[in-house]
């Protein structure tokens, strides 16, 4: 880390940091897909339940391949476990505000979580926003409400409930990634920061499946297994353990600002394997995103140090 930096981990992004934000927001684009095609098979709370299950035995799995000591005491167990609640109760309002408002309603609002790490980052991080940047997140903001068509014509109160719900969920996530930056917790091993999270989550998760009533009243076919595999292995085992790796070593902020790219690529995947409609308006919505992006992240300059710098133990 360069010494002239104040905040650990707040330096701007690169290009790997770049092209991996946007593998990450393609993987998280087709997971509503995953989802979507094992509904039949497998209930919401119960694919959340089984992916955290699945995903903590593979990230203890490649701990123990790279020499990680995940029970070492380091003065992490307070932040680790708030974290988890963060993490699991994020998916339990998630799941639940989709019962009442519709799933393009909650893209939207799931997306005022930039606006929340922005806020958290200059008020905890001492990372701060040009009114530029604002601007920049405002636009994704928008573009992401453009691609999905938020406006309804009738919105009642069970709608609004669920919206809220949403917009809960999106403050916890940005929560948790916030928790990670300003505690003990940027200086651990991204795999003990997500199991943490992975962990804490299962009994929370369960706990919701339990509540909802949920069943699994038949085998699972190879596509509802397939996705979630695909959740388990890929989501939550290899995409979230990067994510953190990123958030140990670059501005919050700008990390979270390109997450809108997510739904636009939910979007696009609707269209190839769910044979969605794709209009102008979309095209639109994807050019005022990454107009966004642009005036989010061009008064960055490149970082000179690796992205995964290697530390002795």
């Known amino acids: 880390m360069p010494k002239n930096q104040k905040t650990p981990g707040a330096r701007p992004l690169d290009a790997m940091a770049i092209a991996l934000m946007l593998m990450l927001c393609l993987s998280w684009g087709f997971n509503q897909i995953s989802v979507k095609v094992a509904l039949p098979d497998i209930p919401p709370f119960t694919q959340a339940t089984i992916r955290s299950i699945g995903g903590l035995l593979v990230i203890m799995l490649g701990a123990w391949l790279r020499g990680v000591k995940m029970f070492e005491r380091d003065g992490t167990l307070g ?3 708030f974290a988890g609640v963060l993490f699991g109760f994020e998916f339990i309002l998630i799941y639940r505000g989709l019962v009442y408002t519709t799933a393009s309603r909650a893209v939207v609002f799931l997306y005022v979580a930039p606006f929340v790490v ?3 980052s200059k008020r905890f991080l001492g990372e701060h926003l040009t009114p530029m940047q604002w601007g920049g997140l405002g636009l994704s903001f928008a573009g992401v409400a453009l691609a999905i068509g938020v406006p309804q014509a009738s919105v009642d109160t069970s709608v609004i409930l669920g919206d809220l719900m949403i917009v809960g969920g999106g403050v916890l996530w940005a929560g948790t990634t916030l928790v990670v930056k300003a505690t003990r917790l940027l200086h651990a091993p991204a795999e003990k920061m997500l199991a943490y999270q992975v ?3 299962i009994p929370i998760l369960a706990a919701g499946a339990w509540w909802s009533g949920e069943q699994i009243t038949h085998m699972p076919g190879i596509v509802a297994w397939g996705s979630m595999i695909y959740q388990t292995v890929w989501i939550v085992g290899t995409t979230f353990l990067i994510w953190l790796f990123l958030v140990k ?4 902020s ?3 600002a390109f997450t809108f790219l997510t739904p636009l690529f939910g979007v696009i995947g609707g ?6 409609t794709l209009t102008l308006a979309f095209g639109g919505a994807a050019l005022l995103v990454m107009a966004g992006l642009f005036l989010v992240n061009r008064r960055q300059e490149v970082a000179a140090d690796p992205l995964f710098p290697v530390t002795k133990t």
């Open 254 to 256: 700008k990390l979270s």
């Open 249 to 252: 070593y670059y501005s919050a």
């Open 79 to 81: 932040a680790g476990l």
């Open 118 to 120: 922005a806020l958290g």
């Open 199 to 201: 962990a804490v989550s």
């Open 271 to 276: 269209y190839f394997i769910m044979h969605d």
